[in-house]
């Protein structure tokens, strides 16, 4: 159904009485992508990173907090979801996480931020964690929900404990080629199984899910998604141009800006473990760890408020 002009300013005016900005479309060049992304609101930048199976929706309630404290939200798409696309037809369509962490600095200089605070989870927590490893002087602050992600694709995986192996199915899924077909295939109806193991507490409804499905219509998901997971267990190769980046990860780099970890006590991919002084030991700058009761993987959607929260605390504490 077509909308009028009146029922648009009708909309956009019942928004700003209560309080909500209008995110505004946009995209912009890096060198390798052309980058979806949802900008709302002005002030000092923060980037808010999604994961897999997801898009920028994921952050729809984080955000207006965060402006109407007086801060500029910037949301992109990953590489291989929604709107962003290769610049080059014939790039191999690679996505390991060197390449995700750079795609997240390449977007703060395609838009000119020389400092910006982050949040992200899955793929986009990991992202995170590497830019403000790898970055310190360009990032404020973090908020990492899952903690410290970064892999080390330098050796061979170890097999980890049966429950965990068995929550991960879909990874060694992707590593065949059945699993690429069937990504293919069932790429709505496999996402949405992952949507309701990992949040086994939080019932989202068609639309909601929907809104966010169109995002894995992007030409290049499929196979985004399969050299993820094929790459980070050894076997498909990376990028020739990550591959001293990806020895510097495989060191467990350090965090050094202030840092709060969130994780969900309903993680249907395994819940939090105790604290431990090797977790510890890899931020330097850690102002709170925090388990969310009645979260799961998806945090930025089924507890918004516990993101929004600690990134306002550590801006404020980090001025």
């Given at each position: 159904m077509k909308l009028s002009r009146r029922t648009l300013l009708q909309g956009t005016g019942l928004a700003l009485a209560q309080g909500r900005a209008i995110a505004s479309s946009k995209s912009v060049e890096t060198s390798v992508l052309n980058i979806g992304y949802e900008d709302t609101g002005s002030g000092f930048p923060i980037i808010l990173l999604h994961g897999f199976p997801d898009d920028v929706h994921a952050w729809d309630d984080v955000a207006p907090p965060l402006v109407r404290a007086g801060y500029r939200v910037l949301v992109p798409y990953l590489r291989g979801y929604g709107p962003t696309r290769f610049r080059d037809a014939a790039a191999p369509r690679m996505a390991e996480q060197a390449a995700i962490g750079q795609d997240l600095v390449d977007f703060a200089d395609a838009l000119k931020l020389q400092r910006f605070a982050v949040a992200g989870y899955d793929w986009g927590g990991r992202a995170a964690g590497i830019a403000a490893a790898l970055n310190p002087e360009r990032v404020r602050a973090a908020v990492l929900i899952g903690g410290y992600t970064i892999q080390d694709t330098t050796a061979p995986p170890r097999p980890a404990a049966p429950q965990t192996e068995r929550a991960l199915?879909?990874?060694?899924?992707?590593?065949?080629?059945?699993?690429?077909?069937?990504?293919?295939?069932?790429?709505?109806?496999?996402?949405?199984?992952?949507?309701?193991?990992?949040?086994?507490?939080?019932?989202?409804?068609?639309?909601?899910?929907?809104?966010?499905?169109?995002?894995?219509?992007?030409?290049?998901?499929?196979?985004?998604?399969?050299?993820?997971?094929?790459?980070?267990?050894?076997?498909?190769?990376?990028?020739?141009?990550?591959?001293?980046?990806?020895?510097?990860?495989?060191?467990?780099?350090?965090?050094?800006?202030?840092?709060?970890?969130?994780?969900?006590?309903?993680?249907?991919?395994?819940?939090?473990?105790?604290?431990?002084?090797?977790?510890?030991?890899?931020?330097?700058?850690?102002?709170?760890?925090?388990?969310?009761?009645?979260?799961?993987?998806?945090?930025?959607?089924?507890?918004?408020?516990?993101?929004?929260?600690?990134?306002?605390?550590?801006?404020?504490?980090?001025?």
């Open positions: 199915w879909y990874q060694w899924y992707f590593n065949t080629e059945r699993g690429r077909a069937g990504l293919q295939a069932n790429r709505r109806a496999l996402c949405r199984l992952l949507w309701e193991t990992w949040s086994p507490t939080w019932h989202f409804s068609d639309e909601t899910f929907n809104r966010t499905a169109a995002s894995f219509d992007n030409p290049d998901f499929v196979d985004v998604v399969i050299h993820s997971y094929r790459h980070r267990i050894g076997n498909a190769p990376g990028e020739p141009r990550f591959l001293e980046m990806e020895r510097r990860l495989a060191q467990r780099p350090k965090i050094q800006v202030p840092a709060i970890t969130l994780y969900g006590a309903d993680d249907g991919l395994g819940r939090p473990a105790a604290e431990s002084p090797a977790e510890r030991a890899v931020f330097t700058a850690l102002r709170a760890r925090r388990i969310v009761p009645g979260a799961g993987h998806f945090m930025p959607r089924e507890k918004p408020d516990a993101v929004s929260s600690a990134l306002l605390e550590l801006l404020a504490a980090n001025r």
